[in-house]
């Protein structure tokens, strides 16, 4: 007997609680005493069917024409175009089929003061910046602050300077791999506990060795529909090395070992499995840099009086406070060669949710390969990165199958459409 489904009346603190999306509960059947003289010669239940996505997080499609990925057994692949913005915004967009202006995702950081968690902030701004923007330093204080204030999502200060923190809030508060964690919308997750269908999805906070190990138990128990594998080292081997260092090859050929291991125990517990491998954006080799925040400080205007702005890797936003601040950042935004000012017409054609300035009301993009350093992110160059216009071709994302991949699937805010499709016929409850 296997162990009991969950149903939609699963809470989100629940969730919480043990760590994983999975509506699976964790109740064991007691152990039945087995007689001396008998064997038992019943072979190991078998699911159905399982659709398992397996998330690379970067895997690009320029990743993917260079280095292949388990080519015998997904023979089908598409490029999928990425959203505008971070992983911050990509994410949420794969997971709820829908884009940023819709589910309401997009940076990490957006303008608030009134209701800025770091107010307190502006007293650490007089200790040492030697010590306090160093990243082990600045990461422990994250998982500091992210308890005290009991944030479930993926939360990071990275290198915002703590005088310019109080103007801002944080938006991923709530863990977006739980059903409830979006803020306009659900999310694939959501969709399979209202329908009744059993899943599983990866802790994001352990090790990929972890997180590999703990899909195989799930999948051992043949319970589950759809298995969602996150594996997301990948993204922090590019940013470290780019994209053609000898570590990149050998990241990817130990992922395709691991996917392919993950499968064939899939195929051994499952009739059926539908393999996927997904990413939310590739991976631009950094070819220069630019001190754009030297440049707008040169113009004798005063931080939070006469306009705001986050500095990420490879945009800034800014927000005004008076026109002429604003005259005089556009002027000096248009003198810089290595980046241009996005309009509002593309802001609209690429989704970003800007109507009510929340996440800026300027916003200055890099060219490809260029970074802004030092950044609000951080304070060197590195060798990869991610984050530039949608259009070129090292941001795109891609889609791998082992099953047909339609031609309406041109986007990463249409893998949803897949994994609907595949568990379309999955039943409320399976009856053994």
Same mark, same amino acid.
């Given at each position: 007997m296997?162990?009991?489904?969950?149903t939609?009346?699963?809470?989100?603190?629940?969730?919480?609680?043990?760590?994983?999306?999975?509506p699976?509960?964790?109740?064991?059947?007691?152990?039945?005493?087995?007689?001396?003289? =008998?064997?038992?010669?019943?072979?190991?239940?078998?699911?159905?069917?399982?659709?398992l996505?397996?998330?690379?997080?970067?895997?690009?499609?320029e990743?993917?024409?260079?280095?292949?990925?388990?080519?015998?057994?997904l023979?089908?692949a598409?490029?999928l175009?990425?959203?505008?913005?971070?992983?911050?915004?990509?994410?949420?967009?794969i997971? @709820?089929?829908?884009?940023?202006?819709?589910?309401?995702?997009?940076s990490?950081?957006?303008y608030?003061?009134e209701?800025?968690p770091?107010?307190?902030?502006?007293?650490?701004?007089?200790?040492p910046?030697?010590?306090?923007?160093?990243?082990?330093?600045?990461?422990?204080?994250?998982k500091?602050m992210?308890?005290?204030?009991?944030?479930?999502?993926?939360?990071?200060?990275? =290198?915002?300077?703590?005088?310019k923190l109080?103007y801002?809030d944080y938006?991923?508060?709530?863990?977006?791999?739980?059903?409830?964690?979006?803020?306009?919308?659900?999310?694939?997750?959501?969709w399979?506990?209202?329908?009744?269908?059993?899943?599983?999805?990866?802790?994001?906070?352990?090790?990929?060795?972890?997180?590999? &190990?703990?899909?195989k138990?799930?999948?051992?128990?043949?319970?589950?529909?759809?298995?969602?594998?996150?594996?997301?080292?990948?993204?922090?081997?590019?940013?470290?090395?780019? @994209?053609?260092h000898?570590?990149?090859?050998?990241?990817i050929?130990?992922?395709?070992?691991?996917?392919?291991?993950?499968y064939?125990?899939?195929?051994?517990?499952?009739?059926?499995?539908?393999?996927?491998?997904?990413?939310?954006?590739g991976m631009?080799?950094?070819?220069?840099?630019?001190?754009?925040?030297?440049?707008? &400080?040169?113009?004798?205007?005063t931080f939070?009086?006469?306009?705001?702005?986050?500095y990420d890797?490879?945009?800034?936003r800014f927000?005004?406070?008076? @026109?002429?601040?604003?005259?005089?950042?556009?002027?000096?935004?248009?003198?810089?060669?290595?980046? @241009?000012?996005?309009s509002e017409? &593309?802001?609209?054609?690429?989704?970003?949710?800007?109507q009510?300035?929340?996440?800026?009301?300027?916003?200055?993009?890099?060219?490809?390969?260029?970074?802004?350093?030092?950044?609000?992110?951080?304070?060197?160059?590195?060798?990869g990165?991610?984050?530039?216009?949608?259009?070129?071709?090292?941001?795109?994302a891609?889609?791998?199958?082992?099953? &047909?991949?339609?031609?309406?699937?041109?986007?990463i805010?249409?893998?949803?459409?897949?994994?609907e499709?595949?568990?379309n016929?999955?039943?409320?409850?399976?009856?053994?």
């Amino acid at each position: 007997m296997p162990p009991p489904i969950h149903t939609s009346e699963q809470t989100i603190t629940e969730a919480s609680d043990c760590f994983t999306s999975s509506p699976l509960s964790m109740e064991k059947d007691p152990v039945k005493p087995v007689m001396e003289d =008998s064997e038992d010669k019943r072979q190991p239940r078998k699911g159905s069917k399982l659709a398992l996505y397996t998330f690379v997080d970067a895997f690009g499609w320029e990743i993917y024409q260079q280095y292949g990925f388990l080519n015998d057994l997904l023979p089908h692949a598409r490029r999928l175009k990425t959203t505008f913005g971070f992983s911050s915004a990509a994410d949420p967009s794969i997971l @709820t089929g829908r884009y940023p202006d819709q589910h309401g995702h997009w940076s990490s950081f957006y303008y608030s003061p009134e209701t800025s968690p770091f107010k307190g902030f502006k007293y650490l701004a007089k200790l040492p910046s030697s010590i306090f923007d160093r990243w082990r330093v600045r990461h422990w204080l994250s998982k500091i602050m992210a308890k005290v204030y009991r944030y479930t999502g993926y939360f990071e200060l990275y =290198s915002v300077p703590f005088s310019k923190l109080p103007y801002f809030d944080y938006l991923e508060k709530q863990d977006y791999f739980v059903p409830g964690g979006i803020l306009n919308t659900d999310t694939i997750f959501d969709w399979c506990v209202s329908h009744d269908i059993a899943y599983y999805c990866s802790n994001w906070r352990h090790s990929e060795e972890a997180i590999i &190990e703990e899909n195989k138990q799930q999948i051992r128990e043949s319970n589950i529909k759809m298995n969602y594998l996150y594996l997301p080292k990948l993204d922090g081997v590019m940013h470290t090395y780019g @994209t053609q260092h000898k570590k990149v090859a050998e990241k990817i050929h130990w992922l395709e070992e691991q996917v392919r291991d993950v499968y064939e125990l899939a195929c051994q517990h499952y009739d059926q499995v539908s393999l996927y491998v997904i990413s939310d954006h590739g991976m631009a080799n950094v070819s220069g840099s630019v001190d754009v925040i030297k440049q707008i &400080e040169s113009l004798g205007l005063t931080f939070g009086k006469d306009y705001v702005a986050m500095y990420d890797s490879t945009m800034a936003r800014f927000w005004f406070k008076n @026109t002429r601040a604003q005259l005089l950042i556009h002027q000096a935004l248009e003198g810089i060669n290595e980046g @241009t000012i996005v309009s509002e017409a &593309e802001l609209r054609q690429m989704r970003v949710p800007h109507q009510d300035k929340k996440f800026g009301e300027l916003f200055f993009l890099m060219n490809p390969g260029i970074l802004i350093n030092p950044s609000y992110m951080g304070l060197k160059v590195i060798p990869g990165m991610h984050g530039f216009h949608p259009d070129d071709k090292d941001s795109y994302a891609c889609i791998l199958s082992n099953q &047909e991949i339609g031609e309406d699937i041109n986007s990463i805010a249409d893998i949803r459409k897949t994994m609907e499709h595949e568990l379309n016929h999955a039943s409320a409850r399976t009856q053994y």
